[in-house]
């Protein structure tokens, strides 16, 4: 199984800042199939980018995906009232699928 | 517009069986392009993938649970299925269920998601 691992596990920022979200896995995801999600309490996740730079329908583009093999980023280029969430890495390159633990971003 | 919605009791006895059920509306549940699974988490805490199934029936489970999980789909009524048997507190969770798009004939990320349903584990 892979495991994820996110850091930091929480961040305290201001709008309009720059923020680099990291995921790091145990060992090499195929291809790379490494998706980021959001969420926002009471409320299901919601889907930003896949295959580690692609971002999702209807996604803006503040928010971008890079990284492979082991070493995964999500950036938000700078941040809106409404990005304050947990976000969660997922691997789908091996079953089982795994989520990363999520980082919690919250306002300062 | 794609829509999943949830549905079963919130409220299942220790070592009983955990049923819910997964309305897909907005789209067809035999499209070739897609899978459909569940996805758990426990209040406070992480996603955990649970299962996953193809129209034609081909299933996938997390073999952490495989053991307890039977996953289902009925085309004729566009709805997927989960059991959960012999569930523990530990099985407390909110579940979701997800469309999971399918890429080189292999599962991938889960695009569109139920609001998700509180099942509790108590006597």
Redesign the interface.
């Given at each position: 199984e892979i495991v994820l691992t996110q850091s930091p596990g929480t961040l305290s920022l201001s709008p309009g800042e720059r923020v680099t979200l990291s995921c790091r896995a145990s060992q090499s995801i195929t291809s790379p199939y490494l998706a980021w999600y959001q969420q926002k309490p009471g409320q299901a996740p919601r889907l930003l980018i896949y295959g580690s730079s692609n971002r999702a329908t209807g996604i803006p583009d503040r928010f971008s995906g890079s990284g492979s093999g082991t070493d995964f980023t999500l950036t938000i280029s700078r941040l809106e009232p409404e990005d304050f969430a947990v976000y969660y890495c997922q691997q789908y390159g091996s079953s089982p699928f795994t989520f990363g633990p999520g980082t919690k971003v919250h306002i300062k | 517009q794609l829509q999943l919605q949830e549905s079963g009791p919130g409220l299942v006895k220790p070592s009983e069986t955990l049923s819910l059920n997964c309305s897909v509306s907005g789209g067809s549940i035999s499209s070739n392009s897609y899978y459909w699974g569940w996805i758990r988490q426990p209040p406070g805490k992480?996603?955990?993938?649970v299962a996953s199934i193809y129209y034609d029936g081909s299933t996938?489970y997390?073999?952490?649970l495989k053991s307890r999980v039977t996953i289902s789909v009925d085309t004729s009524k566009n709805i997927f299925s989960l059991k959960l048997n012999s569930v523990t507190a530990a099985d407390t969770a909110v579940y979701?269920c997800?469309r999971q798009?399918r890429f080189l004939e292999w599962?991938?990320?889960?695009?569109y998601?139920?609001?998700?349903t509180l099942v509790t584990v108590s006597s």
């Open positions: - | 992480g996603l955990e993938w996938y997390n073999p952490s979701f997800a798009v599962l991938s990320f889960h695009d998601w139920g609001q998700g």
